[in-house]
């Protein structure tokens, strides 16, 4: 699809109300580095989806009206086909790729098609850092690999998840990286709270380390946030969340109801679809437009909107940003990052 047949298609979707507008694809459940706040690489699985199957999927959710995915894992890069799938996503939606640094620099012509790479780096201390990450040299790793990815001229970003052990560091992290020109968005550490065995897709148990006990930290940090999204359009994160994180953390209130189902959705290595990872699968990719208006959906989506269960920061973003002016709002940021980026970038050479 050309670029103007994509950007006409996306703002078709996102003014179409009553559909989802963001979907997560986890491809793989592979996974080299052993994160210590996560469980993936403790439980992986050979078996995925084949590349033809997976592009199936995805027209699938375009024709459902989903404008932006995110393809996670595991680490999506060790996929032996990931070109052809990052290629066919990119003609259709906003699309964001994920990797803890170790694979992008070798996957170079596969992420030119995407609009977007985020590299997991959590502090500026190397082996803080490559601690988080359970693997020595990771946080070397990832440099040279956002600096290759950058002189190849693919949008690349940073995507700390913030946690009680770096919740400190976070504001000065990002100052690091906007100073390169490095877009920044942000991941709120949470856990898999008492689920049943058949959950979509199993993350990580609590850590006492990770979870965030500073409340006032928190306070402050989202205020340095939002001081510092006034002076760069590459702090990726609204205004609306960081002050939603913000009540949440201030004064122990959520002012959102969850959306699973209904602004976003959760797509696993095998094609099973969840509303989020922590509920049961709801049928196949194959058969959701089959099932996606019918009365057991919409009763899981009343039911959805009521869970308290977790903090994911990616859901609760899906959730309060979930509407078509939401969505109008998540697209220009989208897009205005990438063109200032490109800005900047021709205006150097």
């Known amino acids: 699809m050309p670029l103007i047949e994509k950007v006409r298609s996306l703002a078709v979707r996102s003014l179409t109300p009553n559909r989802p507008y963001h979907a997560q694809w986890m491809i793989t459940r ?128 940073v995507a700390p998840t913030i946690s009680q052990v770096n919740m400190n560091e976070i504001v000065e992290l990002t100052t690091w990286f906007l100073k390169k020109d490095i877009p920044v968005w942000y991941s709120l550490y949470s856990y898999d709270t008492a689920a049943s065995g058949d959950q979509l897709f199993k993350i990580g148990k609590k850590r006492d380390e990770f979870t965030v006990t500073d409340k006032t930290s928190m306070v402050n940090l989202c205020d340095s946030l939002s001081k510092l999204k006034k002076n760069s359009g590459l702090v990726l994160i609204t205004d609306k969340i960081l002050d939603t994180v913000r009540t949440l953390y201030a004064e122990n209130r959520r002012t959102w109801r969850c959306k699973a189902l209904q602004s976003f959705l959760m797509v696993d290595h095998q094609g099973r679809v969840a509303g989020c990872h922590l509920h049961d699968p709801v049928g ?66």
């Open 30 to 157: 592979k996974c080299n580095y052993h994160c210590i706040g996560c469980n993936v690489w403790q439980e992986q699985d050979e078996y995925e989806l084949p590349a033809n199957e997976v592009k199936k999927g995805l027209d699938i959710l375009k024709d459902l009206g989903v404008m932006e995915i995110v393809l996670s894992g595991g680490n999506p890069l060790l996929r032996k086909d990931i070109d052809e799938i990052i290629k066919h996503a990119s003609k259709l939606f906003i699309t964001t790729v994920y990797d803890n640094g170790s694979m992008a620099a070798s996957r170079i012509e596969a992420l030119r098609n995407a609009d977007f790479v985020a590299i997991s780096i959590d502090s500026l201390d190397p082996a803080k850092n490559d601690h988080i990450r359970g693997m020595k040299g990771a946080w070397k790793q990832s440099l040279n690999t956002i600096g290759k990815l950058q002189k190849e001229g693919i949008r690349v970003g």
């Open 284 to 349: 196949s990719i194959f058969d959701l437009s089959t099932i996606w208006n019918s009365e057991k959906l919409n009763n899981l989506r009343k039911s959805y909107s009521r869970c308290t269960r977790c903090t994911y920061l990616c859901y609760i973003f899906y959730s309060v940003q979930g509407t078509v002016l939401g969505n109008l709002q998540i697209a220009r940021e989208r897009w205005r990052s990438a063109a200032l980026l490109a800005r900047k970038r021709s205006s150097r050479r």
